[in-house]
C-alpha cells in the first residue's frame, strides 16, 4: 500500500471512532497501520480477535464444541502426542491469507513431513505479505470439517446487523484439494444459504461486538444443515478483486454497498438473474520457480471457462497467482466449470 492510500486512509481513520462510522481497508495489508494509528477505537481488538485463528477459535469453540483445535509454535505442534490427533487434520498459519502454507494432513505417518513443511513455507512466503497479514509465527491444526464449504461477503451496520453483498460455493477437485481455484455463484446458491449465513453472522457480530463492519467469512456446512466456522477475516471483503464477482453476477458494488449503506435487493435479484457465475483464481503451482515464468497464454486461460467476462492479471513474480478470471454460464451449469477446475495449469505458463 502506498503513500496515497495511506493518506486516504488516515483522513478516514480520523472520522472511524464513533457510531455510524465506516473504514474499509482494501487490502490487509492496512491492519498494521490501523493497529498504530487508530487505538483509540474498537477496530484493532477486533481485527485482533477475527485474524488470529487461534484467538477466533475460542470465541466460537462451543458452537463446534467436538472439533479438535491445538496452536503454537511448530516446535511446540511437535511436542504433541500424534496418536491423540484425529487424523485427517488441516494445518495451517494461525494468521493467514489465500490459503497460504495450508495443507491436510492425511495420517499420523504424515505429520512429521507436514510439520518440516511448515516450517519451510515460512522461508517460501518470506517477505510476500507483512507480518499481520501472514505469520508463520504460529500455527492452527484442526479437525477436517466435512460439508460444502460457503464463502460470503457482509457487513455489519450501526446495529450490528450482518447485511450480505455476495455468497459463494468453494468447488473442490476432490477430497484433498485446499486450493482456491473455483468458487461459484447464482441466484439461486444466494437465496439458498443468505438466511442461515445471517444467523451465523449476527452471532458472531455479537460476540466479537462488530458494528461498521466489513467481512469475508468462510464456513462448512454439514450434512445436517449445521453451519461450522472456518475463518472470518476482518475489515474486506474477499480479497484481491474477488468480491467483483458481485458486479459481474449481480449488479452489486460491496464497496458502495458497505460505505453507503446500500442494501442489495435479493428478491429483485433472484427475479433477474439466472446464470451459474464463477470466480477462477488461477495459481501458479507450488512446485513452479516463478522467477522462471517468462509468460502466461490468457487465450489457453480463458478457453477453460465457457464465457470470459473479465480477465484480471497479477504478477505473478509477487503473489502465488497469476490471475484471476470471472466468468458466466448461462444455462446454469455448474459443471461447466469443471475443466478449469481440473485442469493441469502448468502448460499456461511460458517458462525461462
Known sequence: MGDVEFARLATAGRAASGPGSRLYANSENGIGWIARHLAHTDLPSAIGLLKDKIRFRELLRDLDPELFVAGGTVDELARLDPSA???????????????????????????????????????????????????????????????????????????????????????????????????????????RWREPLAGFLREVGRRAGLRDFPVHAEVRVDAGGRIRPIEVNPMRFAGLCATDIAHFAFGIDPYASFLLGQRPDWEAIARRESSVWALVVAEVPPDVDRARVAGVDWDGLAALVPRTRALRRMDWRRYPAFAFLFAEAPDRDPAAFDAVLRADLKPLLRMR
Open 85 to 191: 490427533i484425529p487424523f485427517p487434520v488441516v494445518l495451517k498459519p494461525a494468521v493467514g491469507f489465500f490459503s497460504s502454507g495450508v495443507r491436510v494432513v492425511g495420517s499420523e505417518r504424515d505429520w512429521p513431513g507436514a510439520l518440516r513443511g511448515a516450517s519451510a513455507d515460512a522461508d517460501r512466503y518470506r517477505g510476500m505479505y507483512p507480518e499481520a497479514v501472514l505469520d508463520f509465527a504460529r500455527f492452527v491444526v484442526e479437525g477436517r470439517i466435512e460439508g460444502t464449504e460457503v464463502a460470503v461477503d457482509a457487513w455489519f451496520d450501526e446495529r450490528g446487523d450482518p447485511v450480505i453483498v455476495d455468497v459463494l460455493e468453494h468447488a473442490f477437485a476432490d477430497e484433498d484439494d485446499v486450493t482456491d481455484r473455483v468458487y461459484l455463484t447464482s441466484a439461486e446458491i444466494v437465496a
